[in-house]
């Protein structure tokens, strides 16, 4: 059994900041790649950033968030961060946390998302 459950959203001004967490269960974090994509009306699915969960840290960015977002993770807590800086309008959208391939952006399970609304 698996489950990942997404917090931290909520509305913020142009230019200000958010911290995403995911809370996983089921997850060994020894292997593989977790991370968070978005869905926004009238826009494409895209992944945002995923990293590795093995021992060495590898993390992917989308060109559109890169500079201003970071991934992180604590194998421990079998918990996933996004740190969003410098958000932008066009960031809003419902944020999901996924597992990831390292490989590419395919995922395989999601979250029930948390909502990310920046307002100019």
């Known amino acids: 059994q698996v489950q990942l459950v997404e917090s931290g959203g909520g509305s913020v001004q142009a230019g200000g900041s958010l911290r995403l967490s995911c809370a996983t269960s089921g997850y060994s974090f020894s292997g593989g790649c977790m991370g968070w994509f978005r869905q926004a009306p009238g826009k494409e699915r895209e992944g945002v950033a995923r990293?590795?969960?093995?021992?060495?840290?590898?993390?992917y960015y989308a060109a559109s968030v890169k500079g201003r977002f970071t991934i992180s993770r604590d194998n421990a807590k079998k918990a996933v961060y996004l740190q969003m800086n410098s958000l932008k309008v066009e960031d809003t959208a419902m944020y999901y946390c996924?597992?990831?391939?390292?490989?590419?952006?395919?995922?395989?399970?999601w979250g029930q998302g948390t909502q990310v609304t920046v307002s100019s």
């Open positions: 996924a597992e990831f391939l390292c490989e590419s952006w395919q995922y395989t399970n």
């Open positions: 990293i590795s969960t093995g021992p060495y840290i590898i993390t």
